[in-house]
């Protein structure tokens, strides 16, 4: 978890401080980016199971 938050703020550290903060489009980005980190994960999670459940329908159907 630490190292998470930790990539979080390096990231966020590329943009200028303004007045003691970061701007908004900086915390945009950031979580934009972690959306589309999350949403690629999910494509990689299911498009294995789905490339498996085909071969194993194949060999099902080339079985009988």
Excluded: C
């Excluded at 489009?25 to 934009?32: C, H």
């Amino acid at each position: 978890m630490f190292g998470f938050q930790a990539g979080i703020g390096a990231m966020l550290s590329r943009w200028p401080v303004n007045a003691g903060r970061y701007p908004a489009s900086a915390y945009l980005t950031v979580w934009w980016m972690l959306v589309a980190l999350q949403v690629a994960s999910a494509v990689w999670y299911v498009l294995p199971s789905r490339a498996l459940h085909k071969t194993d329908h194949e060999a099902e159907t080339t079985a009988f």
